[in-house]
């Protein structure tokens, strides 16, 4: 009787005592933060720089991160107007096919019809719009889901970019003699910066001020936490619902102007694989599927860990299909992010 008296304390002590792995699992907690905080993708950036810099040192060279920078703005854009989407707990499929094929209507435009670039871009702009207020009104008003919706959306403008120019790429050399697109500038630099980086930076200011200090991003993230209850606080939901899906549609036709003029052409399967890699920085940046919180910064982090992974791969001299490996295992990360499992409270 004695030893089991003696024991007992002994033993409640060890149960109370917490298991390694549960005290690394708090510290986890508290250096990611809560879901939907920025510090996850920053944390989730800082190692993958790490990473590559020890696998090689160039990667950390001033030109391949500037370079590398470039390369992600088109993903960067895409990726904010997916954020705007995922927040208000819908989903876009339809990106990389709306960038392709805004891409290649500007072009066509301007190379084939002689239109004045800046008239040009702002029909491309305006007709991506439209499509966006379209898709958000079926999906809003008609109530089909915005996953069906937007993966017609996804066939058919990749239909649409096939049919422009019967499948042939678009450039200048399209036609004799040859033609500049007239928009190349916003490929240019400025103050020895690229403007490609210039414009996604503004893009990612101008998501975070909307999205965090104005009343509209408030009612979409009230959307995304309960729609039932917005709308009983006299939010329009169906019209807020459309105006994500048309923000989402003019940045993909922007990031399609953009790489039509970085690359100096455009192709009808251009971007393809974006709009899964556009979900996958998104939820990286820590906007859960269900929407509801988040921020611009943290999608435009999501998208430059990709655009790292993607550079890494390319520096190693690895094939091209190694990407989608790396991107597969970027999107069950994001999945794990999202199950709501002990990282993610």
Request: charge should be positive; glycine fraction near 10%; charged fraction near 10%.
């Amino acid at each position: 009787m004695p030893l089991t008296t003696q024991t007992e304390p002994a033993a409640e002590e060890a149960a109370a005592r917490p298991a390694p792995w549960v005290s690394l699992l708090h510290v986890t907690r508290r250096l990611l933060g809560r879901e939907g905080s920025v510090r996850r993708p920053i944390v989730f950036l800082i190692l993958a720089v790490v990473i590559a810099t020890i696998i090689t040192p160039d990667f950390i060279r001033p030109a391949n991160l500037t370079s590398l920078l470039t390369d992600s703005s088109f993903l960067v854009a895409i990726a904010i107007g997916e954020a705007f989407v995922i927040v208000v707990g819908s989903i876009d499929l339809g990106v990389e096919s709306l960038l392709a094929s805004f891409g290649m209507i500007l072009a066509w435009l301007t190379v084939f019809h002689r239109f004045p670039a800046g008239l040009a871009v702002l029909l491309t702009l305006a007709g991506a719009l439209l499509v966006g207020l379209v898709v958000g009104a079926l999906v809003a008003k008609v109530h089909i889901p915005s996953f069906v919706v937007t993966l017609g959306v996804y066939w058919g403008f990749r239909g649409v970019a096939l049919l422009i120019h019967g499948g042939q790429y678009i450039s200048p050399q399209s036609v004799t003699p040859a033609r500049p697109f007239g928009f190349s500038a916003v490929a240019g630099n400025s103050f020895g910066v690229s403007n490609l980086i210039i414009i996604a930076f503004c893009l990612v200011v101008a998501g975070q001020v909307v999205l965090s200090l104005t009343p509209f991003g408030l009612w979409l993230k009230s959307i995304g936490s309960n729609e039932q209850a917005a709308r009983r606080a006299g939010l329009r939901a169906d019209l807020l619902k459309m105006s994500v899906f048309a923000i989402s549609a003019v940045l993909a036709a922007l990031a399609g102007i953009m790489y039509t003029a970085w690359q100096g052409s455009i192709y009808p399967d251009s971007a393809a694989g974006w709009s899964l890699q556009a979900i996958a920085a998104v939820i990286l940046g820590g906007i859960p599927f269900t929407g509801g919180r988040g921020t611009v910064v943290g999608a435009a982090l999501g998208a430059l860990l990709i655009g790292a992974i993607n550079d890494l791969i390319v520096l190693l001299g690895l094939p091209a299909l190694y990407e989608y490996v790396f991107v597969a295992v970027v999107l069950v990360a994001a999945g794990l992010q999202a199950r709501g499992g002990p990282l993610t409270k």
